[in-house]
């Protein structure tokens, strides 16, 4: 009893004509249903270029002879006497593989592998509008296959190097630009710092309230400046590591210190938990205590009065360090909290608006961690709080000192 035939049928190829089956149709030869065995045998034998007879009725394709499966059949003993005066559709392929002539290539592959693997030897038939256009085979599908493959690396590379350049020019920019107003900045701080000591002479009170301002932007400017440039570098994989061995839990108290009187001054409470157990780490020490600082003053800052942030380090079983700084905050959205990521994203909430930067701490703080090797992982829900959680990998461990406790260090401070 004759199968139904495997049909693929699809809307035009988005990847354009170039990817699509009607570039592997050969115009092989079809035959009509009542074609008997003999004549099918003979044309095989007679072009050896043949590798598949499609069986039409009308436009409509029907079956498929493969030239290897109906030769070998036909040498077997008795099988000529038997077939060769009945007709093809006895040994034909009732059920071949048949994809519409803008089928995209990578389909056609996948659905030929998991549904119709016979089509690996014996081909599959081309259709136009659902009418027979040819045979391809599987030879020239990973031929072109290959040949789409090597072409795309071509143009990925070719855009990574574009990328990779873009990215050089950009921090080499950027660095000039930076040194181009660090020089200007510094002035203007050193002289606003000079003049509020009144080195050049008595200033009214309003003069000094001027001068302070103009210290204190000038301060902003210049950081906003390096945190920028830290950034680009980063992110193109050009700053380097100046690594030491670094004693994780005086770090971590020595930036809860520095963070101490701005969360006093607010009404927070600023806690710690960083263990008995010593954790030396070989890490570079100035940018993680940049990472501590910015996301310990980013907690105080969008906590509200009352309000506590904790400072937590802790291992886990298969050695990561992990350290988390946690608030009872106003929160992020779920939304916000990817935007945040970004290099000068900003989260929608007006209560937020009072104390936003740039939006360059995160990302950075981000870039510099995973500089390290490691991650950072955002928390937050909406008018509950925020956890940041930084995971360096266990590598970074130096185990020499894993034993050594501190007790004096040990347990939980209230530091504000």
Not at 249 to 269: D, F, T
Not at 289 to 311: D, H, S, W, Y
């Amino acid at each position: 009893m004759m199968g139904a035939a495997a049909e693929l049928t699809a809307p035009s190829s988005p990847d354009g004509e170039s990817l699509c089956a009607s570039i592997l149709v050969n115009e092989a030869p079809a035959v009509s249903p009542q074609t008997s065995c003999a004549e099918v045998h003979a044309m095989l034998h007679g072009d050896s270029s043949i590798l598949a007879v499609a069986v039409v009725r009308g436009e409509r394709p029907i079956g498929l002879v493969g030239r290897l499966e109906f030769l070998a059949n036909m040498a077997r003993p008795f099988w000529p006497e038997l077939f060769n005066r009945k007709p093809i559709t006895k040994l034909m392929d009732p059920a071949p593989l048949i994809v519409e002539w803008d089928r995209r290539i990578d389909q056609i592959g996948d659905v030929l592998l998991s549904c119709k693997p016979k089509a690996m030897i014996d081909g599959f038939i081309v259709t136009r509008d659902g009418a027979y256009s040819g045979v391809a085979t599987a030879t020239e599908l990973m031929r072109m296959t290959t040949t789409i493959a090597r072409q795309r690396f071509d143009r990925l590379s070719s855009a990574l190097h574009q990328v990779t350049e873009a990215n050089a020019a950009k921090a080499k920019f950027l660095a000039n630009v930076s040194h181009e107003l660090r020089t200007p900045l510094n002035a203007i701080i050193g002289f606003s710092d000079l003049l509020s000591r009144r080195l050049y002479g008595p200033l009214t009170e309003q003069q000094s309230e001027h001068v302070g301002y103009i210290n204190h932007s000038g301060q902003l400017l210049l950081s906003l400046v390096d945190d920028l440039l830290n950034l680009s570098v980063a992110e193109a994989q050009q700053m380097e590591l100046h690594e030491e061995t670094v004693e994780l839990r005086e770090l971590s108290a020595a930036c809860a210190k520095l963070v101490e009187p701005r969360a006093a001054k607010a009404g927070i409470s600023l806690k710690t938990e960083l263990g008995a157990q010593a954790l030396a780490l070989c890490v570079d020490e100035v940018k993680l205590k940049q990472i501590l600082l910015n996301l310990l003053t980013n907690a105080v800052k969008f906590t509200p009065a009352g309000g506590e942030v904790r400072l937590s380090l802790a291992t886990s079983l298969d050695g990561e360090i992990r350290v988390v700084i946690a608030d009872n905050g106003i929160g992020i959205r779920e939304e916000d909290i990817k935007v945040i990521l970004q290099p000068f994203g900003q989260a929608h909430d007006k209560r937020a608006h009072p104390h936003q930067g740039a939006g360059l701490g995160l990302p950075l703080s981000k870039a510099l961690i995973e500089l390290h090797g490691g991650t950072l992982l955002l928390r937050s829900q909406l008018n509950f709080g925020t956890e940041v959680e930084i995971r360096l990998p266990a590598e970074r461990r130096v185990t020499d000192r894993g034993a050594e406790t501190d007790a004096a260090g040990g347990g939980q401070k209230d530091i504000a």
